[in-house]
């Protein structure tokens, strides 16, 4: 049973491991005298492609260098909200529209390509305003300022002097 045991590999290795030399105080390349140097890169994040409004908010901050507290402070949420925001979890609400415009200095979005109802959409937005709001300041009902929104069909004459005088003020 004796010769079994020393003829086994797993005991030459467990001796071969502890007779082994670790030396660390020997570099890797001795004779190599090289420094490498880089410039640091950007540890700013900044978004690559501006889609959301979060990525304007995020842009515009790291711009002006100031810290998530306080564009929480300038809008009236918390940390945790901005943070959800620069990371597209969640969008902003109407209410905080008009601060956010405000902030950026201008509108987050084109409105170039948009169709009539988009255009009263966005606008209602950069209010701040709900669609039922909306529709009590002009006089209207609210499904038919959804169904404006919507594309299904435009508003009257009537209406639309009412939105033109109430998108001018």
């Known amino acids: 049973m004796t010769d079994i045991a020393l003829s086994a590999p797993a005991c030459t290795c ?3 491991h502890r007779c082994r030399n670790n030396r660390t105080d020997i570099p ?10 880089a410039k640091k890169p950007d ?3 900044y978004p690559k492609n501006l889609k959301n409004i979060g990525d304007h908010l ?3 901050r790291l711009d002006m260098n100031i810290q998530q507290k306080e564009l929480a402070e300038k809008c009236g949420v918390t940390v945790c909200t901005i943070r959800n925001w620069e990371k597209n979890r969640s969008n902003p609400s ?3 529209m008009p601060k956010i415009v405000q902030f950026l200095g201008y ?3 084109e409105a170039s390509n948009q169709t009539f109802g988009e ?3 966005a606008k209602r937005r950069l209010l701040g305003l709900r669609q039922k ?3 009590t300041s002009i006089g209207a009902d609210p499904c038919t300022v959804r169904s404006w929104e919507k594309g299904r069909h435009g508003p009257s004459k009537r209406f639309l002097k009412r939105l033109a005088d109430f998108f001018a003020n």
Do not use: E, G, H, T
Not at 28 to 37: E, N
């Open 43 to 45: 540890s700013r994040p």
């Open 119 to 121: 255009q009263i959409a």
């Open 107 to 109: 509108i987050p979005y």
């Open 14 to 16: 467990i001796f071969l």
């Open 133 to 135: 709001d909306l529709a």
């Open 28 to 37: 890797a390349l001795p004779f190599c005298k090289v420094a490498l140097r």
């Open 58 to 60: 995020k842009k515009k």
């Open 94 to 96: 109407l209410v905080f």
